[in-house]
């Protein structure tokens, strides 16, 4: 079992940046890949970006890429999601997902993630 909280959203010019936490409690965070996952007003759930359980491989949505990353510290038992050069239409709830997980490949479907946590919303102004 693995409870995930999300940080760090709020409201940001076009061309800026934010950086996203999700801490998670409970046991073997390490046997866990990570992903991040937005939800647009009206749209469905979407892939942002996963990562391994020890951190060695990552993928990202085709929007996203060249501008977020993924990163994670199992000693802290977080994961990080730095969002650069922001656009208007990253505007979404964010949602950190944990999918029981250890081999070196990611997943992008949410429907192989099975924790979740609450989001946090983040919306950028263009």
């Known amino acids: 079992q693995v409870q995930l909280v999300e940080s760090g959203g709020g409201l940001v010019q076009a061309g800026g940046s934010l950086r996203l936490s999700c801490a998670a409690s409970?046991?073997?965070?390490?046997?866990?890949?990570m992903g991040w996952f937005r939800q647009p007003p009206g749209k469905e759930r979407e892939f942002v970006a996963g990562?391994?359980?020890?951190?060695?491989?990552?993928d990202y949505g085709d929007s996203v890429k060249g501008r977020f990353t993924i990163s994670r510290d199992n000693a802290k038992n977080a994961v990080y999601l730095q969002m650069n050069s922001l656009k208007a239409e990253d505007t979404a709830v964010y949602y950190c997902?944990?999918?029981?997980?250890?081999?070196?490949?990611?997943?992008?479907?949410?429907?192989?993630?099975?924790?979740w946590g609450q989001g946090t919303q983040v919306t950028v102004l263009s």
């Open positions: 997902a944990a999918d029981r997980n250890s081999s070196p490949w990611i997943r992008s479907d949410l429907n192989s993630y099975g924790y």
């Open positions: 409970g046991r073997s965070f390490n046997m866990y890949a």
């Open positions: 990562i391994s359980w020890n951190g060695g491989n990552a």
